[in-house]
């Protein structure tokens, strides 16, 4: 709450030790969108959405898509 830069620096070693981890991606763009960071949110959620379709996480994939869209 209220350590957005710190919350992604977290986000970013969480994925760089592991790429395919799903729900950085969406929470990490819920984050950035709710500091109004709106492209980069989109953008972190795009990846998002590659590597779920990617690993067949059809769950997060419909969550990030419909998310996505709000943006």
């Not at 070693?13 to 960071?37: C, I, S, T």
């Not at 997060?60 to 709000?70: C, D, I, N, R």
């Amino acid at each position: 709450e209220g350590e957005l830069e710190s919350a992604l620096v977290q986000f970013g070693r969480v994925l760089d030790q592991n790429a395919d981890y799903v729900p950085a991606y969406f929470q990490m763009g819920q984050a950035l969108a709710e500091g109004g960071r709106t492209e980069e949110a989109r953008g972190i959620v795009e990846r998002g959405i590659e590597v779920a379709r990617r690993v067949g996480d059809t769950h997060a994939l419909s969550e990030m898509t419909g998310f996505l869209e709000l943006l």
